[in-house]
């Protein structure tokens, strides 16, 4: 049984775009990184949908490039003392609630998701206090405060998985913030979710008659489609997985045409791994297009080499992330039980 609790929060103020910086420029920011990150005894923990040049950045210098669950994982157990997370606002704070000894920065702490900003704490709150017989499972994509609040903590990596568990243990689920992945898993696994009701402004982009004649013009073509998107798309796809497996899909399969329905800063770590292959973005233009996103998340956009530059150098009050205390201990535990499932999976798959 699949419930809804309807919010409007599909419209939201964002960043202005970054201005393009020279060749010269790009080459004295890169310098400059390079030695503060030495300086500071730092690595760039960058997610796939930065831009290209910060995920090629993150990998020449020791970093990570990986999708939020290994984010968290690599930042852990990394020994460098500062981490640069390069990605949005819950990213650092997930990095701040599993490694409170570490200094967390950020290239600015402005870089916000529509599904955080769409699941406010308060509201959250009192919506479960309305439903307390519920296990509470909310997305990475939300804020500390959120995770605080939940019982388990899930990416979309492992979330039909997880949920699968619950319910074989009969539990009822109160799942946030993304609508369409909450659906999704609840179509895959049968378990009777509440969802809350918010979207991820890149995939609910995605338009269904745009696709079906993009499939048309390339009918060998496999198409890849990450859960976030609208139940018609991921009706249209071959494969619907979180980033990390749609990339190793990308690799595996036969087909060398591939239409990609996700943030295109995947393109970068997917063109690596099947370099022979033809990656084409999914539109989000046709009907109803507002092009809000156009397949790229206007947060992600801010983590630009000057803004990596001034995380490194720049006052804490713009780039450091700090959490409460009592906030972080209390959010720690629902993380901590996804990295064991998680880690607990990874030896069942094995």
């Known amino acids: ?20 910086l020279t060749a010269e420029e790009k080459v004295t920011l890169v310098d400059s990184i390079r030695n503060q990150l030495l300086v500071r005894n ?143 898993v609840q179509q895959k696994t049968g378990a009777d979710i509440l969802c809350w009701q918010s979207a991820c402004i890149v995939h609910d982009e995605f338009k269904t008659q745009a696709l079906q004649k993009m499939k048309e013009l390339y009918p060998e073509a496999a198409v890849l489609v990450h859960p976030e998107s609208p139940q018609a798309i991921v009706e249209l796809a071959d494969v619907v997985g979180s980033t990390s497996q749609l990339i190793q899909a990308a690799k595996t399969m036969p087909h060398k045409t591939i239409i990609i329905a996700t943030d295109r800063g995947i393109f970068y770590k997917m063109q690596q791994v099947c370099p ?20 790229h998340c206007p947060w992600m956009a801010m983590n630009n080499l000057k803004a990596l530059a001034q995380g490194l150098t720049g006052s804490s009050i713009h780039h450091q992330v700090q959490i409460d205390e009592v906030v972080r201990k209390r959010a720690i535990v629902p993380l901590n039980r996804m990295l064991s499932f998680a880690a607990d999976l990874k030896l069942q798959r094995c």
């Not at 699949?2 to 103020?13: M, Q, R």
């Not at 022979?276 to 397949?295: F, H, M, N, Q, V």
């Open 1 to 20: 049984m699949s419930k809804l609790l309807d919010i409007n929060a599909n419209f939201y103020p964002f960043p202005p775009k970054p201005v393009l």
């Open 42 to 184: 730092a690595v760039i923990v960058a997610h796939y949908y930065t831009d290209p040049e910060i995920q090629a950045l993150a990998e020449r210098t020791g970093g990570c490039v990986a999708d939020s669950l290994e984010m968290a994982r690599f930042g852990s157990h990394y020994p460098a003392t500062t981490l640069l997370v390069a990605g949005v606002r819950f990213m650092g704070e997930t990095a701040k609630i599993l490694s409170p000894e570490k200094t967390v920065l950020m290239p600015t702490l402005e870089a916000e998701c529509s599904l955080d900003l769409g699941c406010p704490h308060e509201a959250f709150s009192a919506f479960c206090d309305a439903h307390p017989e519920r296990t509470v499972v909310v997305y990475a994509n939300t804020s500390a405060a959120v995770k605080a609040r939940a019982d388990w903590v899930v990416t979309s990596s492992i979330a039909v998985e997880l949920i699968d568990y619950l319910d074989s243990l009969g539990k009822k689920i109160i799942w946030a913030p993304d609508r369409h992945l909450g659906r999704y």
């Open 276 to 295: 022979d292959k033809i990656l084409l973005a999914a539109p989000t233009a046709g009907e109803g297009a507002t092009c809000r996103s156009c397949a």
